[in-house]
């Protein structure tokens, strides 16, 4: 099946031009990580050419490996103007990336629909060769996949292992479509991190038990800040930073080894990277 053939299947295709946009993770721009934080529109909205203005709608996508890349939702082109103006008027939201902000640059009007909005995150296509450009007019592109509800992304290994709190949030939420990340994280107790990306602040745990990593990680889903002291006073003068957090794993350890052992790992890891004295450990 190629992508118009699917768009066909659909009673409610939108009428006009429409270009396909495929963003790359390049020059510092992780593209991911601003989808995960709700940035992505603001990012694609800002264009120093006129890219978008002999199309209806974009389809916008973001690559993921070799020539893959997954779908992420429709958006209707309105009414352009400059980041200048947009400054002045709206405001716009700080992407971490220096001078992205020009204010002679092209500002689109992108509004999302609902059109194919239940393949959002699932729908995996071919954009073909990676040397096309990452604009185009709708083609015939190959349907790879179309992945479960609620599946999140592959089980990377442990020591590739980096999830933002959204991808966390959806493995909790969705045991069906994650079933190799339940299995793997309960398999393992161990010593993590947590990372607050907006200040670089880090905070060290641990999870020891029959649940394993993925039963402390199911708090951190449900309470934000599992109950870390300086944790919930960061989240208390900023609610939504929680969304901005990033976990990943610094040692995995049996789920047989007594809490105390667990703990003296814990301990060891807080003295080699300081998060005592720098980061966002009280003890």
């Not at 099946?1 to 396909?20: A, E, R």
């Not at 590739?160 to 991808?167: K, M, R, T, V």
């Not at 807080?270 to 004295?277: A, D, E, I, M, Y």
Request: hydrophobic content about 35%; glycine content about 8%.
């Amino acid at each position: 099946m190629n992508l118009i053939q699917l768009m066909k299947s659909y009673d409610n295709q939108p009428q006009g031009t429409i270009k396909l946009v495929r963003h790359t993770r390049e020059k510092g721009k992780d593209v991911e990580q601003l989808y995960k934080q709700g940035l992505l529109n603001a990012y694609q909205s800002a264009q120093g050419k006129p890219v978008f203005d002999t199309c209806d709608y974009i389809m916008t996508f973001i690559a993921t490996e070799n020539d893959k890349c997954v779908f992420i939702g429709m958006y209707k082109v309105g009414d352009k103007t400059t980041v200048g103006e947009i400054r002045r008027t709206l405001g716009l939201p700080d992407l971490g990336m220096q001078d992205f902000y020009q204010d002679d640059k092209n500002y689109y009007d992108l509004q999302e629909i609902d059109f194919m909005s239940d393949l959002k995150n699932r729908l995996i296509i071919s954009w073909g060769n990676t040397g096309i450009a990452w604009h185009q007019y709708l083609v015939k592109k190959e349907v790879i996949e179309i992945l479960p509800t609620g599946y999140a992304k592959e089980f990377p290994g442990f020591d590739d292992l980096i999830l933002s709190f959204a991808d966390l949030k959806t493995i909790i939420d969705n045991k069906d479509a994650n079933r190799e990340w339940h299995r793997q994280l309960t398999s393992v107790a161990g010593v993590y991190l947590i990372l607050d990306s907006v200040t670089g602040s880090q905070y060290i745990g641990s999870a020891y038990g029959k649940e394993g990593i993925l039963g402390r990680w199911t708090t951190y889903a449900k309470t934000h800040h599992g109950g870390n002291q300086q944790l919930i006073a960061l989240l208390e003068q900023y609610p939504d930073r929680y969304k901005y957090f990033q976990y990943s794993i610094l040692k995995i350890l049996p789920t047989a080894l007594v809490k105390d052992d667990v703990l003296k790992y814990e301990t060891l890891y807080k003295h080699k990277l300081g998060t005592r004295v720098f980061g966002l450990n009280s003890n």
